[in-house]
């Protein structure tokens, strides 16, 4: 939600930068921990129905809105049949190799997750590792105070998601497949620029009025 006299470009510009301090901060954990991603494991991004909120794409819908053709994206998501992230430039499937074809913009799921902190429902802070890297270091998985002594440290998905929910001040949102919200997040963005264009023109044509 756009807020009067609040520009789009300085709301994109702060959920940008949120996103942005997570990333360093879950892969300095990552990196701290021993336990980095694989350089070619694309086995998250082929995962089916990724799952965020709308808000964590706004500034990729802000970017698709000022480089692309809005109308090109929502058929294209509209005619992406598959359960997998439009986003996913697939090398290789079988072995679940591929990129992100907007990875400076990628949602905030994706950034977290490798390794990070979730809180279970007695509040205790607990470990969450992708099933790929629990394959990979099996060792680390069998010691239950190395376990312990990391979800202490782990950076918390909860606490960023609701830095990117009040900057956004959109509480009304709900999780929905990657794709789903990709289209919902560009036509907000679409439509709060319109707005913000057509009060800018109305400001404008008021002062050559007087």
């Known amino acids: 939600m756009i807020e009067k006299n609040e520009r789009i ?6 959920l940008k930068n949120i996103l942005d301090a997570a990333e360093s901060q879950f892969l300095s954990f990552q990196a701290e921990s ?6 070619t494991c694309g086995d998250c ?26 109308d090109d994206w929502i058929k294209r998501l509209d ?16 072995l679940k190799i591929g990129k992100c074809g907007a990875y400076a913009y990628r949602p905030f ?14 509040g205790q802070m607990k470990l969450s590792i992708c099933k790929k890297l629990k394959m990979l270091h ?24 609701e830095k990117m929910r009040a900057t956004s001040m959109d509480y009304s949102q709900e999780l929905m497949p990657l794709n789903s919200a990709l289209k919902v997040a560009i036509e907000k963005v679409a439509l709060w620029h319109h707005f913000q264009n057509l009060s800018v023109d109305r400001d ?7």
């Open 79 to 94: 005619q992406h049949s598959s359960s997998t992230c439009v986003l996913l430039q697939q090398t290789n499937p079988e």
């Open 45 to 70: 991004c082929y995962y089916p129905d990724i799952s965020c909120y709308p808000f964590e794409l706004y500034p990729l819908a802000y970017q698709i809105l000022k480089n692309e053709n809005v």
């Open 34 to 39: 021993g336990l980095p991603c694989p350089s």
């Open 109 to 122: 799921v994706c950034r977290a997750f490798g390794v990070s902190g979730l809180r279970d429902k007695f």
């Open 138 to 161: 099996q060792h680390f998985m069998a010691q239950d105070n190395a376990h312990e002594e990391l979800s202490k440290r782990a950076p918390e998905i909860r606490l960023y998601l």
């Open 9 to 14: 470009e300085d709301l994109i510009h702060e």
């Open 204 to 210: 404008n044509w008021n002062r050559d009025c007087l």
